[in-house]
Structures are given as structure tokens and as C-alpha cells.
């Protein structure tokens, strides 16, 4: 039996709270685990957030749900990035457990929004209510209109800017109501401007500043993917505003601990 006032909120969003107070931020994207394991692992190992990647992976869904639900009890905040702008998906990965969509690729304020109402109920969106209780609020028996703002107000859209089109297009993205963070792809947006991989080449640090601005403009955070293995410029783009930083994924973070003590024994 719940204790809590009506007015207390059940849901919590952790990385949403670090953001609101200005505090950094930091994710692991998971590409190969299938088990509720790596959730423990990115608690042990001080992660503030996941991101779990169906766009450049095979990752099912039943276990994306099952690692969400497993970051949700360790206060870890779990995000899917899903492949695509398909709203039935996105409304479908909220339904097992995530606290928010990574949306790749987005151009236009037009693609915000529509992200934006297949994560919300309404007004703001247009996402079904689902029979069954919430897996985020631990399948409690809830008032539907608690239930929504419940899940409204702790759920988060981040939208990627990778393109040039949505680099044009930021500040109109970073005003859209309901976005919470735009994700500057580094890696994608240097292809994009000419400069393949140079993540540290000044067009790339201009489209930063750029993102930055906006953001800061309309109140929204700033998330930076591409760059873990460059911390000098993680740290820098901190310095300037951002909040959100994706640190890397479990396949890289394997790859270079296993390297590594295979050299030991040279």
C-alpha cells in the first residue's frame, strides 16, 4: 500500500533531476548485453544513465524491457535509442520500461514533435494509455490522469543532430515543447561537414558552440556522442554547457579491457 501524497511523485528520473540542477550526466551505450546483468555492471561502475542502442544493433526488444527494468530499481536512468521516427515503436519501448527515446537523425522541429507525441499522453502527445499498469511505476494500480503525469513528467525525448539539415535546424528543434536534450552526434556530423573523424576539426567545434547556443536559448540540455575517446574535449564542451555525455558502448569498453590484459602476458 502506497503512503505517499497524492502530490508527492512516485517516478523519479534521475538523470532528468542531475540535468534541472546543472549537474553532469554520464551514459554507457549497450550494443551486445541481452542480460539484466549490465545494468548492475553500469551501477557498479558509476553510470548515471544507459542508453540501449536498436539502431546499430540486432537488440530485441523483451530484453531492451528487461534491462530497463533492471536500471530502473538500481536508480540508473534507462533510454532506448530507437532506429528510426516510427511512433508506434517509440510508444512501444516506453510501454517496456524505458524513461526515454533517443531519436537519431533528427532535421526538423517537425521531427521533434512528432517524437514528442508518441512519448506523451495528451495534450501534449498523442501516446495510447496503456490497460495494464506501467512497468516504470512498478506495475502499480494507479488514477489514469496520476498515471499520465506520472510518466509525462519523468520521460525524456532526446533528438540527435547528425546532419547538417538538423544542425540548421536546432534552435527550432531545441524550442519545440516536450524535447529534452539534443544530442550532438560527432562522429555522423563530421561525415556530414566534409571532415570524416576529425571530431576536434573547428567545423565540428563550431556546430557544438551552435547546439550550445540553442539550448541554452530555449533551456534545454546539450548531449555529446562521438567523442569517448577524446575526454580533453568532453571536458571542454562541459565547460561551455553541455550536460549529457555518452561515454562510449560495452562492445568498445570489452574490446579495449580485453586488449589490454592480453598484453600483460607479452
Same mark, same amino acid.
Do not use: W
Given at each position: 500500500?502506497?503512503?505517499? =501524497?497524492?502530490?508527492?511523485?512516485?517516478?523519479?528520473?534521475?538523470? *532528468?533531476? *542531475?540535468?534541472?540542477?546543472?549537474?553532469?550526466?554520464?551514459?554507457?551505450?549497450?550494443?551486445?548485453?541481452?542480460?539484466?546483468?549490465?545494468?548492475? $555492471?553500469?551501477?557498479?561502475?558509476?553510470?548515471?544513465?544507459?542508453? $540501449?542502442? %536498436?539502431?546499430?544493433?540486432?537488440? =530485441?526488444?523483451?530484453?531492451?524491457?528487461?534491462?530497463?527494468?533492471? @536500471?530502473?530499481?538500481?536508480?540508473?536512468? =534507462?533510454?532506448?535509442?530507437?532506429?528510426?521516427?516510427?511512433?508506434?515503436? %517509440?510508444? *512501444?519501448?516506453m510501454?517496456?520500461?524505458? %524513461?526515454?527515446?533517443?531519436? =537519431?537523425?533528427?532535421?526538423s522541429?517537425?521531427?521533434?514533435?512528432?517524437a514528442?507525441?508518441?512519448?506523451?499522453?495528451?495534450?501534449?502527445?498523442e501516446?495510447?494509455? #496503456?490497460?495494464?499498469?506501467?512497468?516504470?511505476?512498478?506495475?502499480? #494500480?494507479?488514477?489514469?490522469?496520476?498515471?499520465?503525469?506520472?510518466?509525462?513528467?519523468? #520521460? %525524456?525525448?532526446?533528438?540527435?543532430?547528425?546532419?547538417?539539415?538538423?544542425?540548421?535546424?536546432?534552435?527550432? $528543434?531545441?524550442?519545440?515543447?516536450?524535447?529534452?536534450?539534443?544530442?550532438?552526434?560527432?562522429?555522423?556530423?563530421?561525415?556530414?561537414?566534409?571532415?570524416?573523424g576529425?571530431?576536434?576539426?573547428?567545423?565540428?567545434?563550431?556546430?557544438?558552440?551552435?547546439?550550445?547556443?540553442? @539550448?541554452?536559448?530555449?533551456?534545454?540540455?546539450?548531449?555529446?556522442?562521438g567523442?569517448?575517446?577524446?575526454?580533453?574535449?568532453?571536458?571542454?564542451?562541459?565547460?561551455?554547457?553541455?550536460?549529457?555525455?555518452?561515454?562510449?558502448?560495452?562492445? #568498445?569498453?570489452?574490446?579495449?579491457?580485453?586488449a589490454?590484459?592480453?598484453?600483460?602476458?607479452?
Amino acid at each position: 500500500m502506497n503512503n505517499e =501524497p497524492e502530490s508527492a511523485p512516485l517516478l523519479r528520473n534521475p538523470a *532528468k533531476e *542531475k540535468l534541472s540542477r546543472g549537474e553532469p550526466v554520464y551514459s554507457m551505450t549497450i550494443r551486445l548485453a541481452r542480460t539484466v546483468d549490465i545494468a548492475s $555492471i553500469a551501477h557498479t561502475a558509476g553510470f548515471d544513465s544507459v542508453y $540501449i542502442d %536498436m539502431e546499430h544493433s540486432t537488440f =530485441p526488444l523483451e530484453a531492451a524491457g528487461q534491462i530497463c527494468m533492471a @536500471c530502473n530499481h538500481l536508480g540508473i536512468t =534507462p533510454l532506448i535509442r530507437v532506429p528510426g521516427p516510427d511512433p508506434f515503436f %517509440m510508444a *512501444k519501448v516506453m510501454d517496456a520500461g524505458a %524513461m526515454g527515446i533517443v531519436v =537519431p537523425g533528427v532535421q526538423s522541429a517537425d521531427e521533434a514533435r512528432a517524437a514528442v507525441r508518441a512519448v506523451k499522453h495528451a495534450p501534449l502527445g498523442e501516446r495510447s494509455l #496503456s490497460a495494464a499498469a506501467a512497468p516504470q511505476l512498478n506495475y502499480r #494500480s494507479l488514477p489514469a490522469d496520476r498515471t499520465i503525469r506520472e510518466l509525462d513528467a519523468a #520521460s %525524456m525525448v532526446v533528438t540527435q543532430i547528425e546532419s547538417r539539415s538538423g544542425l540548421e535546424a536546432a534552435d527550432a $528543434i531545441a524550442a519545440v515543447e516536450g524535447v529534452d536534450i539534443l544530442f550532438v552526434g560527432a562522429s555522423d556530423l563530421s561525415v556530414e561537414l566534409g571532415v570524416p573523424g576529425q571530431v576536434d576539426h573547428p567545423e565540428v567545434h563550431k556546430a557544438f558552440l551552435h547546439v550550445i547556443d540553442a @539550448c541554452r536559448t530555449h533551456g534545454k540540455a546539450v548531449g555529446i556522442g562521438g567523442l569517448g575517446g577524446r575526454p580533453d574535449l568532453v571536458r571542454q564542451y562541459l565547460e561551455l554547457g553541455a550536460g549529457y555525455v555518452s561515454t562510449g558502448n560495452d562492445i #568498445s569498453f570489452l574490446s579495449a579491457a580485453a586488449a589490454q590484459k592480453r598484453q600483460q602476458f607479452n
